[in-house]
């Protein structure tokens, strides 16, 4: 039976080459989206929701699907503001992880970030830690999240720092082996095959650091 998937974050890097494979995936034959605005994208499969993403739990009645993949998430250079960014990487990851259980949705699969830890003293590195945390607490079964390092994509906001990042990245890489690979920078693209593997097998472990992400792409 053909599935059906729902992207929170479609307008992003990651999540609109997500729902363009897709669309092009046989084993798929409906990709619903909630965001805040127009993707820009059209494909027959898509059913777009423009929506308030703070007010994700209100949208029971059309979240249903087999599996939700949740591609939201800011920075701090963005929301300089501590609780909007909450909102965002905490609040919209815990509404879809209830609204999975309420609506029987078996796979939930959520981009988080490499570092994440509740105890963390960084900011960013512990929302997304609780994040992490409490969804399991919500949906513990057939939960994943993937834990990238630096992501080499083209971005058409400007990120000054994570350029160079990715320019220094791409040196580095071949020189970070054994323990280290989980440091490597990562392509879109690795997340996107990732994120379809798991819809279709299982990992041991709800959380998938980026050197594991790589291994998973490439299966």
Do not use: W
């Not at 501590?82 to 879809?96: H, M, N, S, V």
């Amino acid at each position: 039976m053909k599935k059906t998937a729902i992207i929170l974050g479609i307008t992003g890097v990651t999540g609109s080459l997500l729902a363009k494979h897709l669309f092009d995936d046989e084993r798929f034959e409906k990709v619903i989206s909630f965001h805040r605005r127009q993707s820009g994208l059209q494909h027959p499969k898509l059913e777009e929701h423009v929506i308030d993403m703070f007010e994700l739990e209100k949208q029971q009645e059309g979240f249903k699907a087999d599996v939700v993949f949740c591609c939201v998430g800011t920075t701090q250079s963005k929301t300089s503001d501590r609780e909007t960014y909450k909102k965002i990487d905490y609040g919209i990851p815990l509404a879809a992880a209830k609204l999975c259980v309420t609506n029987d949705i078996k796979h939930l699969i959520v981009i988080s970030a490499m570092g994440a830890d509740p105890e963390s003293r960084v900011f960013y590195n512990k929302v997304k830690g609780e994040m992490e945390r409490d969804v399991l607490a919500i949906k513990p079964n057939d939960t994943y999240f993937l834990e990238p390092a630096l992501l080499a994509a083209d971005r058409e906001e400007k990120r000054t720092a994570e350029k160079i990042g990715i320019a220094v990245f791409k040196v580095l890489n071949p020189f970070l082996i054994g323990p280290l690979k989980k440091f490597r920078s990562i392509k879109p693209e690795a997340l996107v095959k990732t994120m379809l593997y798991l819809t279709f097998n299982t990992y041991e472990d709800a959380r998938i650091p980026s050197d594991e992400i790589q291994k998973l792409a490439d299966a």
